[in-house]
């Protein structure tokens, strides 16, 4: 038993003894404190030796790096190491400026009250790099200085694994993206300016998360912030102005991951003037604080008569739901999804969630094919501040989700040009107001109680025609003006759910619906294509329903010159143009073009012997344009 006992006290001390020289182990580096002159190339420290404008460093350190170099710093070592940039201006023509080939952690601090430089050729001519500032393994950012990277190859700073800003004032100007990660990209701190001619401003294959600090980020072509997997906003300050989606999660890069080798960099200097400053392009200040249809008309069909109280028939054999739509047994519409369009199921929902929890975060997407948030997954907001400026074409808008979305906190503001888009519901209620004349840029909006109280403020940077409003601070029956540089625009009474003021569909669901304003809402629709007004006269009249407005199918489609079919026993509606077949189906939000399905805001019904259908899809799949005229209450038609 004695045995035993010394045998396991002598295993124990050992382990101990292990453990213990292990972790001085992994610290050791820090004892090896050096200096890189790159003036005098003289170097204090071990491990560090230079040839042919290289700097090669092998051992672990904390090494303060001083002086200009027309060449590389290069790290290759199973240790750390810290290098502390200290009035530090490296030029690399043939590749990386700083290249951590090889380290347990590749550190850098940008000392106080310092300015250091980091930049490339537009060519390399090694193979597994490709930014100024690389590593091939975790990347460490953080200082109290400033640190300015021009990236003439493709990216500004990148790492293969893990990168984490922490604080430092930082300028990246990129071919491609700023700053990309191939895990996670953590923003804890700092000030962060980054520009994209091609690529995009931050990209993360797995996550992104921002925590605090202040970010600026302008692109021409590309995502402003785009993760593969989740991207989280907790804290801190962003603001984009993208040239494709602002925030972007679940979609690969659509820039090639090989720059071509007619990369120049003059490509590269085009860019707006981004003064050291970390102040945003002139015209951008950090912010201060849809889908649907439109009329138709319908007549009754000849000879169709709909099935008894209206109901679909069973399924069977020969007739089965579109995917993902599952009919109830009692033959009742399927209640529609929550916000997004559900398309995703849940794990890949999860995988490529956007979900903001605090910060402000401001969104300008300049291209109208694009969204100013699209989430390749959920979509949750539940804190924070967040104001989307961009046109809204019905296929692409502010919001965009594949899997829910909701706003459950915090306060979002939307200023669009009113077109159709998605909304979606939240647990906190939210006003949806289209007003009678548009407003310009640079107008100062504000969202004020009849106390004068202020819910928000900001200064549009484009012209728009819609606000949108989410915030706690809205109360049921209280009254809210919208102002545009001291001028009231419109008066909404808050109601549980969403206010709705104005003629213009908004696409999307709430809890509730309300909002009230003197207005012509009581008028009928009136239709017309391209000029001729259209008789419903003998049918059913057209009905929103969710924020789409149904019409009558068979005079609408006829008038569009189309051939149409009705199937009473599968309750399909086919239409055929130009070599163009769209098939719907009565209580289905899945429809067909030319064999691919579509996803409908609000699923046909029939309404009063007549079936009814959005007359804004048709009208658009078949080539047209559709026009909402508020005061005359009248939808135009129109062939392009």
């Not at 990216?155 to 990246?172: C, M, P, Q, R």
């Not at 494709?244 to 820039?255: F, H, L």
């Not at 559900?342 to 995988?351: F, I, K, P, S």
Request: charged share 25%.
């Amino acid at each position: 038993m004695k045995k035993l006992l010394c045998v396991l006290l002598t295993a124990a001390m050992l382990t101990t003894t292990y453990s213990c020289g292990f972790a001085e182990s992994s610290e050791e580096w820090k004892s090896n404190v050096g200096a890189i002159d790159l003036d005098g190339m003289t170097f204090e420290g071990e491990g560090v030796s230079a040839a042919d404008n290289v700097v090669l460093i092998t051992k672990g350190g904390d090494f303060t790096v001083t002086g200009t170099l027309e060449g590389m710093i290069k790290v290759n070592t199973d240790e750390k190491v810290k290098l502390r940039l200290s009035g530090t201006s490296i030029t690399n023509a043939n590749g990386p400026a700083i290249f951590f080939e090889q380290v347990e952690k590749g550190l850098i601090t940008i000392t106080e009250n310092t300015e250091n430089y980091l930049s490339d050729g537009s060519e390399y001519t090694l193979e597994d790099a490709d930014a100024v500032l690389f590593s091939n393994d975790d990347l460490e950012i953080k200082g109290d200085g400033m640190l300015v990277i021009e990236a003439n190859y493709k990216h500004g700073i990148a790492s293969d694994d893990d990168l984490t800003i922490e604080n430092g004032v930082i300028s990246v100007t990129a071919y491609e993206h700023g700053i990309k990660g191939n895990n996670i990209v953590s923003i804890i701190g700092g000030d962060i300016d980054v520009y994209s001619k091609t690529g995009k401003g931050l990209k993360a294959e797995e996550a992104f998360v921002m925590d605090g600090g202040d970010l600026s980020v302008v692109t021409e072509e590309n995502e402003g912030i785009e993760s593969k997997g989740t991207l989280d906003i907790n804290g801190g300050n962003i603001s984009i102005i993208a040239g494709e989606d602002g925030i972007n999660t679940g979609n690969a890069s659509t820039t090639s991951d090989t720059a071509a080798d007619t990369n120049t960099a003059s490509q590269n200097n085009e860019r707006p003037q981004m003064p050291y400053g970390m102040t945003p392009p002139e015209g951008m200040e950090m912010p201060q604080g849809g889908r649907g249809g439109r009329g138709g008309r319908g007549r009754k069909l000849e000879g169709m008569t709909p099935p008894e109280g209206m109901q679909r028939p069973e399924m069977n054999g020969e007739m089965t739901p579109p995917e993902g739509v599952e009919m109830p047994e009692n033959g009742e519409r399927p209640e529609r999804p929550q916000g997004g369009f559900g398309r995703v199921d849940e794990e890949t929902a999860a995988a490529h969630a956007v979900t903001i929890t605090g910060g402000t975060v401001y969104i300008n997407y300049i291209n109208p094919e694009s969204d100013g948030i699209d989430a390749n997954g959920n979509l949750t907001i539940s804190g924070g501040t967040v104001i989307i400026e961009g046109e809204s074409n019905g296929m692409e808008g502010p919001l965009d989700s594949d899997g829910t979305m909701s706003i459950t906190g915090g306060e979002v503001l939307i200023l669009t040009n009113g077109g159709s888009m998605m909304l979606p519901n939240g647990d906190i209620n939210s006003m949806r107001v289209y007003l009678d004349a548009e407003q310009t840029a640079e107008t100062e909006l504000a969202i004020c109680d009849t106390d004068g109280a202020e819910l928000i403020s900001h200064t549009a940077k484009a012209a728009y025609k819609a606000v949108i409003f989410y915030s706690e601070d809205i109360k049921e029956n209280n009254e809210y003006g919208i102002y545009a540089d001291g001028e009231l625009l419109e008066m909404v009474t808050g109601a549980d759910g969403a206010a709705t003021v104005g003629e213009q569909s908004f696409g999307g669901t709430m809890r509730g619906q309300g909002g009230r304003r003197p207005s012509q809402s009581g008028r009928e629709i009136e239709v017309e294509v391209d000029g001729t007004k259209v008789d419903y006269s003998a049918a059913a009249k057209p009905v929103i329903k969710n924020d789409t407005t149904l019409v009558g199918f068979r005079a609408i489609l006829e008038m569009l010159g189309a051939k149409v079919s009705w199937d009473g026993e599968t309750q399909t509606v086919t239409a055929s143009k130009d070599g163009i077949d769209i098939t719907l189906t009565i209580n289905s939000n899945k429809a067909t073009v030319n064999g691919e399905e579509k996803t409908l805001l609000t699923a046909p019904e029939i309404i009063d012997g007549s079936t009814m259908i959005p007359v804004r899809f048709i009208s658009e799949q078949m080539g047209m344009n559709v026009e909402w005229n508020q005061q005359a209450r009248r939808v135009s038609v129109k062939s392009k």
